[in-house]
């Protein structure tokens, strides 16, 4: 009987590592091999933000810029529903469905809320969701009722010293914090926000802007961190001047890849990032929002004999 047990025990086990195994093959940012196969579709239902970092410039009716934080339009969850329908339609090499702003989307109930209209209407696809992590443990209930399967969180030091260089202020629980209180009380929601993921079986991803001068010489020390902790991989991204932070200079690339190199013994390094807009969909590197009607055409024949080969 316990032999019996066991067995059943093993099958669950090994159909969870296999499912995990697909989304992260199926995930462009999680494998720079399917960055080339498969694609995601940014929804932009997030305005609401409950953090001003010092280098985030958040526009919502942008549609010149390439980068986190922009978006064309800010959708309700029914456009949202109807916009990946269409997407999904015309473009079926997308495979993962995202709440990545404009703002963070655990500041905004309407993430949630477009995530059940998806997972009803396509349960098939993986749901991401991108977060400073402030409102990380509040939220993790919802998080795993609604089935998001990767978690990315932006965690750019571990020191409260360093973090408090990088924010202007959080809002938490309706009360503005500034300087070290509110680097600790984020830094402390981040971690343990992070560990309930993990513990979860939510795949993580670790964002860690990059900034020249702040916090360039702590980051191996967030990768330490996060390795032990059960993340899966790391996206170390440059800094981009604007904001607060307008006058700085960001890293070059030769610094970003030493700093890569510096964190890949003790997590997984994403390098193929392209800091996507809030709306962008289609490949990474390939924003299907951002393209005229023949080159979309153009990219959907290209992946249409893709996937035949394959």
């Known amino acids: ?96 469905v995202a709440v990545a702003g404009p703002g963070d989307p655990l500041a905004n109930d309407t993430t949630f809320e477009t995530f059940r209209h998806i997972k ?6 993986t749901l991401c969701l991108s977060t400073n992590g402030l409102a990380l443990p509040d939220r993790m209930p919802e998080i795993i009722e609604t089935g998001v399967d990767t978690l990315t969180v932006t965690l750019n030091a571990i020191d409260p010293a360093i973090e408090a260089q990088l924010i202007s202020h959080i809002i938490y629980k309706g009360k503005i914090y500034k300087g070290i209180e509110a680097a600790e009380i984020l830094i402390k929601n981040q971690l343990a926000g992070i560990k309930m993921a993990v513990d979860a079986g939510i795949i993580v991803k670790i964002n860690t802007v990059m900034v020249p001068g702040i916090n360039d010489k702590h980051v191996v020390e967030v990768a330490k961190k996060v390795n032990e902790m059960g993340v899966y991989i790391m996206n170390i991204m440059p800094l981009i001047c604007q904001a607060k932070f307008a006058d700085m200079e960001p890293p070059t690339p030769e610094e970003r890849l030493a700093l890569q190199n510096a964190c890949e013994p003790y997590v997984r390094q994403m390098k193929h990032c392209r800091q996507c807009r809030s709306d962008a969909f289609g490949l990474i590197g390939k924003d299907l929002s951002q393209m005229s009607e023949e080159r979309r055409n153009t990219v959907k024949l290209e992946m249409t004999k893709l996937s035949k080969k394959t």
């Open 1 to 96: 009987m316990s032999t019996e047990i066991k067995n059943i025990c093993d099958i669950e086990v090994s159909n969870k590592d296999e499912e995990m195994k697909r989304i992260i093959a199926q995930h462009p940012c999680y494998s720079k091999e399917a960055q080339h196969k498969f694609g995601r579709i940014h929804l932009p239902v997030a305005p609401a933000c409950n953090i001003q970092c010092n280098y985030c410039d958040r526009k919502f009716d942008c549609v010149n810029e390439s980068r986190p934080g922009v978006t064309s339009e800010v959708l309700t969850p029914e456009e949202a529903l109807e916009k990946t329908k269409q997407v999904l339609e015309e473009f079926p090499f997308i495979k993962v």
């Open 120 to 125: 009803a209407a396509f349960p098939e696809v």
